[in-house]
Structure formats: C-alpha cells, structure tokens
C-alpha cells in the first residue's frame, strides 16, 4: 500500500520526465531543445520494461511508484514520457493521487498534445495509430482525438515487437525490416484512407529510418516529441505558479532502476551524448 499525505520538497526543483526505459528520452530531448534553460530529472523503469503488455493494474502502480518518487526528490511537475503510462495511468494519478500526495503538483501525459495536433495535420480525416499493444487497448488516443474532432475516424495498430526491437538495439537491423513493414501494412490494409499515422510510442523516434522506408509518401508520420514539447511550453507560459517552482540551471541527471552501465550506453545512443546515470529502487 502506497503511503499518502507524504510532505515534499518545497523549495524548486527539476523538471522529472518518467518512461518504462529508454524511450522517454526522446521526449527529454526535444524538450530540452526547446527549453534548455530548466533543470531536468529523467527516470527509466528500465528494471521492469517493457509495461507495453503489462495490465492496467500494474503499469498504475510502477508509475505512481515512479511519480511519488520524483515528487520525494524535489520535481514539482513530471511528464510522462510514455505513452503506455499515459494510457492507462495518468487520469488516475490525475483526480485520485494528485489531491492526497500534494495538490499543488502536475503530472502530464503525452496523449492529448498528440492528439491535439492530428486534426491540423490530416486532410482525409482518416487517422492511424501505431503504439504498444497496452496503449492500443486503452483506446486513450480514440477517446482523446473524438472529444477534440468527432468527425476522424481512427483505427489503432498494436506493435508488440517494435519496443523490444528497441530495447535489444535491433532497431537497424534486417529483422527490424520485417516487423516494421508487417505492422504498417497492416494498419493500411485496414483503412485505405489513413493519410496520418501517430506513433504512439516514445521508443519509436529509433526506428524512424525503417518506418519512413516502409511508409507511402502521401501518408503523414507524426512524431509526438516536438508537440509535447510545445505543448509544455505553452503550458508553463499559461502557469507562471509552476514555472516560478522549477529551477533554471541547464542541467539533466539520469536516474535507472537497472544497471546504470547499461543505461549509459543505450541513452547514449538516444541522446547522441555521454550519459553518467545513478541506480535507484522504486517501491
Ligand atoms: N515508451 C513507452 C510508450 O511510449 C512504452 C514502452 C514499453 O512498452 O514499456 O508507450
């Protein structure tokens, strides 16, 4: 049992961006492009990845775990990087966490600033979706895009290989081709008329080089970090009593529940930079 009424840090502090691993760190990266100035905390879950399969249940108690955590260590706002998090935790956390651990606190998701864009950007009005199998299930993405354009019909494709591919660095190689041609071609073959694809999913960005090869030119492929990115810009200029709470030092620190060696050198090739991280246990 979780426990509640916890007092945080009050003083400011870093901004915390969680992901089940890896994949959130292409969300930390475009939004540090665009807001180099705040100081950073990234959490991986990695000891416990891939939640893409995992039941609502659990993905809900790692990420609270993960969420109280970050809180304990002075982040007063948290983005979930991960769209499986988002899918099946976020609402919860949102009205039923948030008011006991500390109602000054926000954790945002990364779904709506995705689904917020799609409407500007598809012409047949036709929308897919390519995520972990968790995120497809939830339907968060077809109940966030039908609030904001009922008119979009969207059809949702579960990649349950795509993440491992991911995790294991097989994203370049010639097995990465088969799986990544099979789950576009499928989505296609089930509405002809998609003419936008979300990859729902913040390890996708990796296989990036696969998934334009195997997509036609008249279909459009959205990458959600630049817009969560924006979106979060946008969210603290409408919140100057959260941006007043987040510190300004330019710095990110990394934080694994696995072996920080392995984290080192996988967010490495995320971030196309060194990576020093420190191992943590989340309970
Ligand atoms: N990167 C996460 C997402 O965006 C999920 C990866 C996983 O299955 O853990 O959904």
Redesign the pocket.
Same mark, same amino acid.
């Given at each position: 049992m979780l426990q509640r009424n916890i007092k945080f840090p009050q003083v400011p502090g870093p901004i915390g961006v969680f992901?089940? $691993?890896f994949? $959130?760190l292409t969300v930390l990266r475009q939004i540090r492009e665009l807001m180099p100035q705040y100081d950073y905390l990234y959490l991986g879950d990695n000891a416990r990845?891939?939640? $893409? /399969?995992r039941s609502f249940e659990i993905v809900y108690k790692f990420t609270l775990q993960a969420v109280r955590y970050l809180f304990q260590i002075g982040c007063h706002l948290v983005i979930l990087g991960?769209? +499986? *998090?988002s899918a099946k935790a976020l609402r919860s956390i949102q009205q039923n966490d948030l008011p006991q651990m500390d109602p000054e606190r926000r954790v945002l998701g !990364?779904i709506r600033p995705t689904a917020e864009c799609v409407g500007l950007i598809t012409k047949t009005r036709h929308v897919g979706i390519m *995520? +972990?199998p $968790? /995120?497809i299930r939830s339907c968060t993405y077809d109940m966030e895009i039908a609030k904001l354009y009922p008119d979009i019909i969207v059809t949702g494709e579960a990649c349950p290989m795509w !993440?491992p591919l991911v995790e294991n660095f097989e994203f370049n190689s010639p097995g990465a081709d088969y799986f990544v041609e099979k789950s576009i071609n499928r989505l296609l073959e089930r509405d002809k008329e998609i003419d936008s694809i979300i990859l729902?999913? /913040?390890?996708y960005p990796l296989l990036q080089k696969k998934i334009l090869r195997y997509t036609p030119q008249n279909v459009q492929l959205i990458f959600q970090g630049e817009y969560v990115a924006h979106s979060l810009q946008d969210y603290l200029f409408r919140h100057p009593e959260m941006k007043s709470r987040l510190t300004e030092g330019g710095t990110v620190r990394y934080l694994t529940t696995d072996q920080p060696e392995q984290f080192n050198q996988s967010a490495n090739i995320f971030m196309g930079q060194p990576i020093q991280a420190t191992r943590i246990m989340l309970e």
């Open positions: 992901d089940s $691993g994949g $959130g990845a891939p939640y $893409g /399969t991960c769209n +499986t *998090a !990364v *995520a +972990t $968790g /995120t !993440v729902g999913c /913040t390890h």
